[in-house]
């Protein structure tokens, strides 16, 4: 799964007008394989440990993303205004969310289960 996201998210990130352009599509395959040669070592040993060299990484990415929203909100928030939207908090009916809580569930429990950290 972790993989699949990295293909989706890379994605996204390649067809960035900043970077590449929106016009360049990027397939996921390439971008999850590319991943392989970085994430393998680091899940190869039995020992998590291994993780702490890049722990940097993800602790960085979702400082960028939390930075980023906080960039963008104000804007978008105006520009919604502007066009009469309102910010809708919660869309959808009870069975969608219970699904998505159940998601939330298994990623925690799948936590807990990788990285045990109250038995360290």
């Known amino acids: 799964i972790y993989m699949m996201l990295i293909g989706d998210f890379l994605g996204g990130i390649a067809q960035h007008p900043a970077l590449f352009g929106s016009e360049v599509t990027v397939p996921r395959a390439p971008l999850i ?14 020992d998590v440990s291994a993780l702490r060299h890049v722990c940097v990484l993800s602790t960085g990415a979702i400082m960028f993303m939390a930075v980023a929203v906080l960039v963008k909100t104000p804007a978008l928030t105006m520009a919604n205004a502007e066009l009469g939207k309102q910010i809708v908090w919660i869309d959808g009916d009870a069975w969608t969310t219970l699904k998505s809580f159940s998601i939330a ?3 925690f429990a799948a936590h807990t289960n990788a990285v045990p950290v109250a038995t360290a």
Request: proline share 18%.
């Open 33 to 46: 394989i590319g991943t392989l040669p970085l994430l393998l070592p680091l899940s190869l040993p039995r």
């Open 105 to 107: 569930v298994f990623a």
